[in-house]
């Protein structure tokens, strides 16, 4: 059993042009972007203004969630409802049956046999319910008192309000909905979390302990508190008003100025393949190499990623020189491009120049610890239609293959999704056509 062979069954991306692979595939496709000036809050105190959002108009999570499970939308923040919406997605992609789907029908994978381990972020409190809190904690001279904060403001706080916010409540109201009974986990390790996560929802059905995990991960930092942390690190991209916000990311190019945010990520279906051949299912890909390490210096260390490619490459059983397209962070960062552009070249020497690159933040931001999901789907969407989606905005990438194009036509049947994060994990996984 410990090499039971995974494959990707189902996709479950949810970013800002949409739920589920079909809108983002197509725009990836298309070429376009989602980014847009910042519609949620008001951004005109912050140097970066825009963000790629998932609309009102495109999302309510009360209209996915099964009807039973309503009144907890209540307690969801928007991760969770990200989150849900990326679980159903996925599980309707894969053709399941879960109670999300069909109450009343047997499910496809037996609830003791169906794992789930999401990758979540740093959920910031909406603001509106601590302001509600903080306003009843002023002193006589109308400034905030701890004192006052203790004895009664945080009364004020909706009681369930904690609820609404530890990150491991992703997990569980997606378990809950699907009744995954079987092992469950949350990983908080920034843009990291969501590659982490399929690698332990392998190693889960590798030995045997689950025939099939809903993994990944979702995060949206589009809110005041979540977005001033971000600005102070010092990685978003200042903005002008005459620019044209799809234009600001630019991957590994020389003129690039820093990243800008999205939100959303998604789920995926990972399933034992002798699971997925007993109900017919038709994989996307098959999960061949997975890999973590840790930088020491995370914003500037090319070594760490290094390695987590090498040992990818290594478990997968894959030479460098098959690997036909790669999906990096390509976050617009300038010191951690450099980090991904030096380690892409340590492994791929002069075929780092030939081997074409999929960017992802461009179109949909970046997701955070959703970014992993993100890119894992477009991967695995892009072997399945043996193509490359189109590349916006770079102009030059100094000796790789990431410059701005169209969509072409291209036989893939290995590509490797590397990610690095701002806590300095790294991961790398291979994935391989079933074709």
Same mark, same amino acid.
Request: glycine fraction near 8%; include cysteine; proline fraction near 6%.
């Given at each position: ?17 949409g739920?589920?692979?079909d ?5 990836? /496709? ?12 008001? =951004?005109? !105190? ?11 108009d ?16 209540? &307690? ?16 309707? %992609? ?6 999300? /789907? ?15 381990? &999401? ?14 809190? #903080? ?15 203790g ?7 909706? =009681?369930?309000?904690?609820l ?10 997606v378990?809950?909905?699907? %009744?995954? +009974? ?8 920034c ?7 399929? !690698? ?25 508190m979540?977005? #001033? ?14 620019e ?29 393949? %002798? ?18 390490? +840790? ?14 490619? +090498? ?14 397209a ?29 081997t ?54 291209r036989? #893939? ?8 994060s701002?806590?300095? +994990?790294? &991961?790398?996984?291979? #994935?391989?056509?079933?074709?």
């Open positions: 059993m410990a090499r039971r062979r995974v494959v990707i069954t189902g996709l479950g991306p949810v970013t800002a042009f739920v589920g692979i809108p983002l595939w197509n725009a990836m /496709i298309e070429g376009r972007s989602a980014i847009k000036r910042i519609q949620r809050f008001n =951004p005109c !105190g912050f140097p970066c203004k825009i963000a790629a959002e998932l609309s009102d495109e999302f309510n999570v009360r209209k996915i969630v099964p009807k039973s499970h309503r009144k907890a939308t209540k &307690v969801m923040c928007r991760d969770t409802e990200l989150a849900v919406a990326a679980s159903i997605a996925a599980v309707a %992609d894969a053709k399941l049956i879960t109670p999300a /789907i069909d109450p009343e029908a047997k499910p496809t994978i037996d609830p003791p046999r169906f794992g789930c381990q &999401v990758g979540a972020g740093l959920i910031a409190a909406d603001v509106d319910e601590l302001t509600a809190a #903080l306003v009843t904690s002023r002193d006589e001279s109308g400034k905030f008192d701890l004192h006052h904060w004895e009664s403001g945080m009364e004020n706080l909706t =009681p369930l309000w904690l609404k916010y530890l990150p491991n409540m992703l997990a569980s109201h378990t809950i909905i699907h %009744d995954c +009974q079987g092992p469950s986990n949350s990983i908080t390790c843009e990291a979390s969501s590659g982490l996560s399929m !690698g332990e929802s392998m190693r889960v059905i590798q030995r045997g302990a689950a025939e099939a995990c809903l993994s990944g991960g979702v995060e949206s930092k589009i809110n005041p979540a977005f #001033l942390r971000q600005h102070f690190t010092d990685r978003l991209a200042a903005t002008r008003e005459d044209d916000p799809a234009t600001v990311v630019s991957p590994f190019d020389p003129n690039a100025r820093g990243t800008v945010l999205g939100e959303g990520g998604g789920l995926i279906v990972l399933e034992a393949l %002798d699971s997925a051949e007993a109900r017919g299912a038709k994989p996307y890909a098959e999960l061949v190499g997975f890999a973590s390490t +840790q930088s020491y210096d995370p914003d500037a260390n090319s070594e760490g990623i290094t390695d987590a490619m +090498q040992l990818a490459l290594q478990r997968a059983e894959v030479e460098p020189s098959q690997i036909d790669i999906t990096p962070f390509g976050s617009g960062i300038p010191n951690v491009d450099a980090a991904e552009a030096a380690a892409l070249r340590n492994i791929f020497g002069s075929r780092a120049s030939q074409p690159l999929i960017t992802t933040i461009p179109n949909v931001g970046n997701c955070n610890a959703g970014s992993g999901a993100v890119s894992v789907a477009v991967a695995a969407k892009a072997i399945k239609e043996n193509t490359l989606p189109a590349r916006l905005n770079t102009t030059s990438a100094d000796g790789l293959d990431a410059e701005a194009c169209p969509s072409r036509s036989e #893939l049947n290995y590509v490797l999704v590397s990610c690095t701002q806590g300095g +994990q790294n &991961v790398a996984m291979v #994935l391989r056509s079933m074709d």
